[in-house]
């Protein structure tokens, strides 16, 4: 056997022994079910939003993932859990509550440009999640639901309430 075989072949073996390994390095898994600070505490949503959020949104944006079958096979898993680490870090609708008012304002306002621009659900996630791609009757629904919010808010709150310090800073 030739010398570049027998280091493929050594290669191979330690690239599956490393996977076999990996395979017992299991990340946390999303789903405290805590629900204390839910958006819904302090927010109405209609039936067909919350539909909407379970399927396209909640799996990254909430304290409870539906996790698929591959979850459980490393590098996924650790995959997996990093991506839905971030999405909660950007919003997390059980956390929503607990946001300063200012941040409540400025992630609804995130949620329409991001769907308005077709960055939500991110490709990567409807790719596996089909049912998880919004129409435009969904985007419209979702966009309706925070403007609504949004509108509560000026309403409900002074306005410069609604604006981070840093930005009422610079304004003035």
């Not at 990996?22 to 819904?40: A, H």
């Not at 969904?138 to 639901?145: E, G």
Request: aromatic share 8%.
């Amino acid at each position: 056997m030739s010398k570049l075989k027998k280091i493929l072949k050594l290669t191979g073996k330690i690239l599956l022994v490393l996977l076999v390994l990996i395979q017992f390095i299991r990340p946390d898994k999303n789903n405290s079910g805590n629900v204390t600070n839910d958006i819904t505490k302090q927010w109405p949503m209609p039936d067909n939003v919350k539909t909407i959020l379970a399927t396209a949104c909640n799996d990254c944006h909430s304290n409870t993932t539906k996790y698929p079958w591959y979850s459980q096979i490393q590098p996924v898993a650790g995959w997996l859990a990093n991506h839905i680490d971030e999405g909660k870090h950007e919003l997390n609708f059980n956390e929503f509550t607990s946001y300063r008012l200012y941040r409540q304002y400025h992630k609804l306002e995130e949620i329409e440009e991001v769907i308005t621009e077709n960055e939500m659900p991110l490709s990567s996630y409807t790719i596996i999640h089909r049912d998880a791609i919004l129409d435009e009757t969904q985007k419209s629904a979702l966009i309706n639901w925070t403007r609504e919010i949004r509108d509560s808010m000026k309403a409900q709150y002074p306005a410069d309430s609604l604006i981070s310090p840093k930005k009422r800073q610079a304004q003035s």
